[in-house]
């Protein structure tokens, strides 16, 4: 059964950084491209970050330089890292395989990351 546990989000300055973890259980990295979306307040849920099998990354122009997505094979954890905060990076941040993201059942409870100015 695919678990998947956010956590790192937290209140942090504008400029400031913090790095999100995914713990997952039950995902074959190598047959999925793992994501991290966000969903700010009035706002839709957007694909912000993600890694494929192979190791290729993709980020929303709005991220890019700033944030970097990773995996741990070992630890079975994706990881945001993310720097240089911005206020409209406030949002909760969610972890979750693309297959998966079209399922309405399929998200955990997310992280909430508040940057201030």
């Known amino acids: 059964q695919v678990q998947l546990v956010e956590s790192g989000g937290g209140l942090v300055q504008a400029g400031g950084s913090l790095r999100l973890s995914c713990a997952t259980s039950?995902?074959?990295?190598?047959?999925?491209?793992m994501g991290w979306y966000r969903q700010a307040p009035g706002a839709q849920r957007e694909l912000v970050a993600s890694i494929t099998g192979g190791g290729v990354r993709n980020y929303v122009d709005s991220v890019k330089g700033r944030f970097t997505i990773s995996i741990d094979n070992a630890k079975k954890t994706v990881y945001l890292q993310m720097n240089s905060l911005k206020p409209e990076d406030t949002a909760v941040y969610y972890c979750?395989?693309?297959?998966?993201?079209?399922?309405?059942?399929?998200w955990g409870q997310g992280t909430q990351v508040t940057v201030s100015s």
């Open positions: 979750n395989t693309v297959q998966r993201s079209f399922r309405y059942d399929s």
């Open positions: 039950g995902i074959i990295f190598s047959s999925n491209v």
